[in-house]
Each structure stands twice: as structure tokens, then as C-alpha cells.
């Protein structure tokens, strides 16, 4: 009888134990499954892009300098071959207007496209200068508007070319940079075709 209850006391022992074994092993488990959600946690937040005034915050006065000119003179450039297309007399300033429209127009979506992701605002009207040139255009007629709107074109394009191509040597933020880059062979074409049109009209 002394031997019966000495082995059911040994049998309850060695339950216990594996029992307190077992939980400490799903304990273990458990703690190692928070471990694995913390980690992708902390991976998913990782992976989110920055917010908009970190965006901001990264944006150098130069990219800050270039964003503003590029948009607005890429504004200028749509409503003054908007003006070519309708008033020009000569075929190759009403094709030259056409051009300005179409690629400017592509250019400037992009631009307010990659202003919107990074939290940026731009102008949303072309500068006083601008402005002026566009009125001083609009009230030439014939030979004079088509001389006129050559020689415009002939020098924005020396100066927005130039500006583009610093951007996309000194620029600091990785879009805005890749844009400039983007763009400069376009800007070239139409600085080539405005020589063109300028020496047409003469």
C-alpha cells in the first residue's frame, strides 16, 4: 500500500512538471510571436514614405528657387503659344506656338505632380515681367508679332535651358532633380527650332 502511494505521488510530480514545461514552452511561443508582430511592425513603419513636412523641410532654396521659375515660366510659355497659335502669321510660329503649348503643358502637370507629393506650393500666375511681355505681344499684329514672339522665344529658352541644367547637376532633391534632367533634351529642341522660326521671320 506504501509503495501504491509512493508511486501515484511520483506520477502527480512528473505531470506537474511536464505541465509547467509545456507552458513555459507556449509562453516562449507567444512571446516570440509578439516579437515577430513588433518586427514587422516597426519594418511596415519603416517603409512609409515621409511625411509632407519632412518633404518640406528637405527642399533646398535652391530647389525652392528653380520650382517657382520652372513653373512659371512654363505657364508664360502656354499662354504665349496659346497667342502664336492664333495670331502668329508666319507657319513656323504657329508651329512653334503649337509646340510650346503641348510641351510646356506636359511639363507643368508634371511639375505640380511632383509639387503635390512633396507638399510644395507653386505660383499659381506668371511673374510682373511675364505678364508684360504676354500683354506687348498680344498687341502686335502681322510681321511684328511673328519677329516678336521668335525673338521671346529664342531668349526664354537660353535662360530656362540654363536654369534647368543647374538643377539637374546642383539640385538636392532626387525628383525635382530627375525632372530638371528629364526635360533639358526638350528644352534644347525648342531652343533649336525657336533659332529656326527667329531666322524664318526675319
Not at 529658352?157 to 533639358?184: P, Y
Request: glycine share 4%.
Amino acid at each position: 500500500m506504501k509503495k501504491l502511494i509512493l508511486t501515484s505521488m511520483a506520477l502527480i510530480a512528473i505531470m506537474a512538471c511536464e505541465k509547467k514545461e509545456t507552458t513555459n514552452a507556449n509562453s516562449s511561443a507567444d512571446s516570440t510571436a509578439v516579437a515577430a508582430d513588433t518586427t514587422v511592425t516597426m519594418t511596415d513603419s519603416t517603409a512609409v514614405a515621409p511625411t509632407t513636412d519632412q518633404s518640406r523641410s528637405e527642399l533646398t532654396d535652391q530647389d525652392k528657387k528653380f520650382a517657382d521659375a520652372a513653373a512659371q515660366g512654363g505657364m508664360a510659355e502656354v499662354m504665349l503659344g496659346e497667342l502664336a497659335s492664333s495670331n502668329g502669321t508666319n507657319a513656323s510660329v504657329r508651329s512653334l506656338g503649337a509646340m510650346m503649348v503641348k510641351d510646356h503643358g506636359k511639363a507643368n502637370e508634371e511639375l505640380k505632380g511632383w509639387a503635390s507629393a512633396a507638399g510644395y506650393t507653386l505660383p499659381s500666375a506668371v511673374n510682373a515681367e511675364q505678364q508684360k511681355t504676354y500683354d506687348e505681344l498680344k498687341a502686335k499684329k502681322g510681321a511684328e508679332f511673328d519677329r516678336m514672339f521668335a525673338e521671346v522665344m529664342v531668349n526664354d529658352h537660353k535662360k530656362v535651358l540654363a536654369a534647368f541644367k543647374k538643377e539637374s547637376t546642383d539640385g538636392s532633391e532626387a525628383s525635382l532633380r530627375s525632372f530638371a534632367t528629364k526635360t533639358v533634351p526638350t528644352l534644347e529642341h525648342h531652343l533649336m527650332e525657336s533659332e529656326k522660326t527667329r531666322s524664318a521671320v526675319k
